[in-house]
């Protein structure tokens, strides 16, 4: 009798196989999605949630137990006409990640319809000015906006290239042990080119040899304003500690409060000139000095930095580091500011550029300039420097930087305003990388801290 119950118990398990939960979960998965990971020893868990959501109307959801280094993600490819433009969308959650940034990543690729990669459609982009067109690499739509219900807004616009067919979404978990990813409302949908957004970026050559107090310093710089507004600049930056220069002073002597006089007047000219600058100034906050940039606008005064690295010279005149990296909001783009020695360390920058910054206006003594180079390059940023040393020194320069490290525009003689028009609204397109600034912040390794 035994014999026979235990026969009947090996034909039903041949019959109605071990299914686990994760297999129900799946088996309610919308139509043309499907889990994915590289191998099955690094496959985490994945489901889908018919009630999940902050509409109720599902979501998908990828977990890792105690293992780090699992691997996977949910795909779906859905049809695209080459050459027109599509937004991404998608709200995500997420759960015990301590790098949130590089373990949930969503991703758009582009196939024709035999699933082959395609190439970019650009041929006059200067980063690859031979002519030949890169494969377009996969897009990674950033988070744009944190909701108060406890989700994220990923989006981004993209056009197809011509030969595409096939735009397949990824929503990928990435190596973190014990947590959890949750999208929601995801969608790939056409819509129309997104407006170019130009700006003409301006920086002054200049030292500010006469006056004897801080606003006399400061007028001085109001010709090459002018100019620089006469040329349709958006932007214009002046040089590092402008008050200090050439008065034999100890920096102390030439602080003020920020905002304060200096402001003050820059705010007029803001005004009058339609245009933001960015002047290097010496801030005193109580007992405390700080080598400081100001933003100004035509709204009034836009916020201020605090230079973080300081050299030899500033520690032992008793300036005080700042310790944040501040990104504003202008009528034109996000905008930062570093200040001379911060362009010897990669930190600053990326910091900025992590915050969201475009355009980083840096007032700066002198430098190396491939260090200005590097800075704009390994952030895809646009810099602009403003410095007090001649061309004839064959150092630091004025000029404005593109995103690929490219000078744009520099100035050949101290009285000279140069000026470059940018679209901040146009990829940089890297062979082999694609859009290298939307891969930054998964990308960007996570360094322990040294403190």
């Not at 993600?73 to 991404?88: A, D, L, R, T």
Request: charged residues 20%; proline residues 6%.
């Amino acid at each position: 009798m035994n014999s026979i119950f235990g026969s009947f118990l090996v034909v039903m398990a041949l019959l109605c196989p071990t299914v686990s939960a994760q297999d129900l979960s799946l088996r309610r998965i919308p139509t043309g999605w499907t889990a994915e990971s590289p191998r099955k020893e690094i496959t985490p868990d994945f489901e889908y949630n018919l009630r999940g959501g902050p509409d109720s109307q599902g979501s998908f959801s990828i977990s890792t137990d105690h293992r780090s280094g699992l691997f996977g993600w949910f795909q779906k490819s859905i049809s695209v006409e080459g050459g027109q433009y599509y937004e991404f969308s998608a709200l995500q959650r997420t759960k015990n990640l301590k790098h949130p940034r590089r373990t949930a990543v969503a991703r758009v690729l582009w196939r024709d319809a035999d699933g082959n990669r395609v190439k970019h459609d650009f041929t006059s982009d200067a980063s690859y000015a031979s002519g030949a067109r890169p494969g377009a690499e996969p897009e990674f739509p950033p988070l744009v906006d944190t909701l108060d219900n406890g989700w994220s807004l990923i989006q981004g616009t993209y056009r197809v290239p011509s030969t595409a067919t096939q735009g397949i979404i990824e929503l990928s978990y990435r190596w973190e042990p014990r947590g959890k990813v949750e999208w929601a409302q995801v969608a790939l949908r056409k819509t129309e080119a997104p407006p170019a957004r130009k700006v003409k970026l301006a920086t002054v050559h200049f030292k500010p040899v006469d006056g004897d107090s801080n606003l006399e310093k400061c007028k001085l710089f109001e010709p090459m304003i002018a100019n620089a507004a006469r040329q349709g600049a958006n932007l214009v930056v002046l040089p590092e500690c402008l008050t200090y220069y050439g008065r034999g002073l100890k920096y102390h002597e030439c602080a003020e409060a920020i905002p304060g006089e200096s402001t003050d007047y820059f705010e007029q000219l803001a005004e009058k000139y339609d245009l933001y600058i960015c002047a290097g100034l010496l801030e005193r906050d109580g007992r405390l000095v700080f080598n400081t940039a100001a933003l100004i606008g035509p709204e009034g005064f836009v916020g201020k930095y605090r230079k973080v690295t300081l050299p030899r010279g500033e520690i032992e005149g008793g300036i005080t580091p700042g310790t944040d990296y501040p990104v504003f909001d202008t009528d034109f783009g996000k905008v930062g500011m570093m200040i001379c020695y911060d362009g010897f360390f990669p930190e600053v920058a990326r910091k900025l550029s992590q915050n969201g910054a475009e355009v980083i206006c840096w007032p700066v003594w002198g430098c190396n300039p491939l260090l200005g180079a590097a800075r704009a390059c390994e952030n895809h940023v646009f810099v602009i420097s403003s410095t007090y040393c001649g061309i004839e020194l064959d150092w630091m320069i004025t000029g404005i930087y593109g995103r690929d490290g490219k000078v744009l525009a520099q100035a050949q003689k101290f009285g000279e305003v140069v000026i470059s028009e940018v679209d901040l609204a146009k990829p940089l397109i890297w062979s082999s990388l694609g859009d290298f600034k939307a891969q930054l912040p998964s990308h960007t390794p996570i360094v322990p801290s040294v403190d």
